[in-house]
């Protein structure tokens, strides 16, 4: 082993570049490429959030209308099997089919600030043919948001905005 002698320069010694290179790197912290990574990660996240949560209301609100359209069709349709008048009714709390027997179709909202504006009584048969009818639901929560369900008395009930 060489000794220095005293008043010399100690032997130098060589590192490998990559070894220093990659013990700078980890004090130095996140390179862009993954800050950019991680952000585009948080990004996709978000956006997934906020459409699982995009405007339950109107969403509440649509399944209502839907719902509503499928219970006067099958209330006129058997309204016509027994030659029976069928009325629906709107009442605070809910709804009720006239001329049906008790609990044959449901007659609560299914969302609890369901409303209805305008028109509460709608004849839904027997004849075949039945005038134009139209209900328009709106949302306690949100006022700004009616849906009507209509029907021109010959085709089915369908759901379609409110036009004032």
Known sequence: MPTSA???RPPLTL???QARAAGERARRGFTLLELLVV????AVGSAGV???????????LERDAQRL????ESARARSRLSGEPVRWVAADD?????????DTLPHEWLAHDTQVSGRRVLVLGPEPVIGPQAVVLT??????RALRVATDGLRPF??????P
Do not use: C
């Open 6 to 8: 005293p008043g010399s």
């Open 15 to 17: 590192r490998r570049p």
């Open 39 to 42: 952000i585009a990660i948080i």
């Open 50 to 60: 906020a459409f699982a949560l995009r405007d339950a209301g109107g969403n509440a």
């Open 69 to 72: 359209a499928a219970l006067l």
């Open 94 to 102: 809910g709804f009720r089919f006239e001329g049906l027997p008790p």
């Open 139 to 144: 949302s306690a929560e949100h006022p700004d």
């Open 158 to 163: 369908t759901v379609g905005p409110a036009t």
